[in-house]
């Protein structure tokens, strides 16, 4: 009898196994809420000082671009009381995550089509070292997970009649929160050139005018010189090294023991040449022999020719912008989650393409040390915060939000502390 409840009801109870993981992550936050950065000292700050409409089209002229869900979970906390505003606040950034969830739980995919698949994905995307503390529950970085949408969205699977109006929604919504899943406009465009219908031209057309709309601003940021300074610069040897520590390194082994090798064996120019350039021929390595496999077993039929299209394109598309726009050298935390999500689900796919073949099993090792290590970082110790960023995810001496709230009561010039602490706060005033 258990054994058919738990076949009948998997997705439901996988569904509420994550749930329950997310509060262990951090029952401090679900609890009690809180504002991370630009969170609370940008985005609520300006929806508390102003009308609801300019709150939901502010652009934050700095990074450049619109942050409509931020814009939206500002304007939302600010109907509560301000006792209640960051918990709000950090709920509404919990919604992506059940949307990424559920779409890949029950949406139809020409990907994700096995349960076992399914589950492989949400524990890459969840439970990973891709999902730094630094994006867990703030709106600001709610930008990455909606990328996350869009990108589940390229590969759903839409009879040709049919219409399905909360992927629109979704898709204007990822494209008005980012830049992130802009970058994806081409594969909706090659999607509909190849499989022609209406959802899959609505998705484009959708997708257009918000990637048209975010340029615009990037472009008027940048001629009128209010970008900031460190973003919008050339790549470098540097940033390079930095992104394939944190990216094609960090998915697989996460921070503690890439930091280890790191420092203890790699930390000198020479070294890191040497990585640098073993690594490429690893991967060039790799990708021409895989390339001849999969050619001489005739795996590559047109609907796998447009997923592993759609990988690479993401991929090095993705690795571009984050290298250009990223705040100086580094390219770790925040602008390396989505990178090495598409790194993953590279590995994802060919685990599912080679099915009939003992060769996946390296695949699937490769999967299961990115999630060991993710289950490692995933509520790090109390111990060693300089690395291990337990602060963005627990209370240690944080501030008290209602203290805070009666000192901004006696006193409407007090700026409010806020997460990270102790070093941010915000004016209401």
Known sequence: MLNNFIKNNKKELLFFILLTIFFYRSPFIFLNGRFMAEEGSIY?????KYKTLYSLLFVDFNSGYLNLWANISGVVANIFKLKFAPIVSNYLALLPKIIIIFLALYNKSILLNKFEYKVLFCLLVFISPLNVPEIWMNSINSQIFLCIITFILVFSYYPKKELNY?????IFMAGLTGIYSCILLP????????YKNRQNYLNFLVLLICTIVQLSLILYAKLSNILYEGKMHLMNFDIFINYIYNVFVKAFLGTSLTKYFYFNFLATKFNLYFILVTICLILIALTFFLYNFVKKKKLLNNKNKFVFISLFYSLIATSIVVMIGAVGDYVGGRYAALPSFYILMIVLTLYILLNNFNFRYFFLLLMISSILSGIYEFRPPVKNIKY???????CLNCPNWENEIKKFKADKNYFLKIWPYPKKNMSLN
């Open 44 to 48: 609520f700050a300006n929806a508390f």
């Open 166 to 170: 909360l992927h629109i929604i979704l």
């Open 187 to 194: 594969l909706f465009f090659l999607k509909y050139k190849i």
């Open 388 to 394: 291990q960023y337990i602060k963005y995810l627990d």
